[in-house]
């Protein structure tokens, strides 16, 4: 099926066009045109986690328990699965007995790293005879999406929990939590030093796995971080892509406050493995921040920026209290804000470059009273309903589904900020999901000039919407409301670190 193939001239421009994109944002933005493709048909069953390609955004991972590969299908457990939008065509990853596999990474990216690509993820199962894990203890896994193999990467015993892998662009490092001491950083390697932590208090901490090569044999594995027994440390995200700085820098979540300022609730953190230094992203007091996502370490942009949600108020916006959503840049540390009085905004996921941010939320975020592209007249969520939103460097606003009675999640972002995939129960290509079964969604922007644009190879019929076969219409517009301050230097420590 032509639809849901994200042609291969698009990947090449965009490809050779990151840099530029990078450098100057502005210069690069050409008009481009939306496509939604439906890519699951599951009858049964839940879906979590759909994860796309950072650079190449020509592949979703996800994990269900329902029939993704047809009716009859279910494993009545979690396995991984990967969609392919070159074919269009769907398969399944792993398939486990006695156990089950889940918290799937996105497929790395091969470009300008000279590494194959992989998908990396926790499975219970035996997958990898050269090792074992008979014991069906959750353990860290990868999957060479070229050749097939699998490799396991910890050999660990119960009570140990292994899980949330999250794997850099370039599948150079591997951060993930668990709660066995699995420091064996020696402090040889001047650009990783290490902290010297240890975890034999069995806390639930943040681990960075490092690999020299492209085998996964050779590895390093560093503790980031550190707190005492019954804290957690969790949601670890790694910058960088090719860039000089790829996997300098480790961002999570803690409910332990690591540096001392007296810090309670949930708190983000980051760890820079050239000095083995911790230092608090989020603003300090009582609060909770939560669920870090981090961009690529562009030398263009300044980068990497970890975004993430708050119900504090670093930036003296006057907000409700309820959770929005805030960027960190940690090279010259700079906090952005980019909603404010929303409800229920979650799940944020940052474009290289820190300008485009994808999000999930129930609130009425388009400005009515602005000029709006597409999309008809406001109000366009007065129901609450749980909405897939695209921000665009804190003044532009693409809500990129409407919908009622149904849910819109998890989205995932291409590293452009041009391509989304999301989890939705929403019957958002009209038949094809009137059950209201959560589904796989993938979105993304192309040319005029593109093929798949023309309503001929882009059939509702085939599960594919675009503008011209009238099955979708982009809303695009400006916040409603605006922050009163978009970006300010951290009030609250010189260079974003503390006493």
Sequence with gaps: MNASRLPGLLLCVVSTALVLALARPAAAVRPHKPILVQVTHNTVGQIWQPQIRSSRGDSVVFVSDGDVMGPGTETGHREVYYYDSESGTLSRVTNTADGESYDATAETDDQHSGR?????????????PSVGNDDHNPEVFVWHSETGQTIQLTDTQPPVVNAEPYVSDSSRCIAFRSNADLDDNDGSDATN???????????????????????????????????PAGTISSHPAVGGFWFTRQCRSTAYQSDHDHLGNGSTGLHIY????????????????????????????????????????????PMENGGSGSFEIFNYRLFKPLIGQFTLDSVDTANPVVADGGGFV??????????????????????????????????????????????????????TSRDTGRATAFRSTC???????????AQVFHY???????????????LVSEACCNQNNGCYELILGKKSPRPRRNRTKPPWGVEGTFP
């Design 116 to 128: 194959p690509p992989v998908v990396v993820f926790i499975s219970t199962g035996d997958l990898d």
């Design 193 to 227: 030093p290490g902290a010297g932590f240890d975890n034999l208090d069995g806390s639930d901490e943040i681990f960075n796995m490092r690999f020299p090569d492209t085998d996964f044999v050779g590895r390093v594995v560093t503790q980031v971080s550190n707190g």
């Design 270 to 313: 980051n760890y820079t493995k050239t000095s083995g230094r911790v230092e608090q992203v989020s603003m300090p007091g009582d609060g909770v921040n939560r669920n870090p996502s981090m961009s690529g370490a562009s030398n263009f942009a300044r980068g990497p920026f970890v975004i993430f949600e708050s119900n504090m108020d």
């Design 358 to 411: 994808t999000f999930q939320s129930r609130s009425e975020l388009i400005d009515g009273s602005k000029k709006v592209k597409g999309g008809g007249t406001p109000p366009f969520n007065a129901d609450g309903n749980q909405e897939i939103f695209r921000a665009d460097r804190f003044k532009k606003l693409a809500q990129l589904t409407r919908t009622e009675n149904c849910e819109n999640t998890d989205p």
């Design 427 to 437: 019957d958002l290509i009209p038949g094809h999901n009137p059950a209201g079964v």
């Design 444 to 458: 993304w922007e192309v040319p005029r000039r593109d093929p798949i644009y023309l309503a001929s190879n882009c």
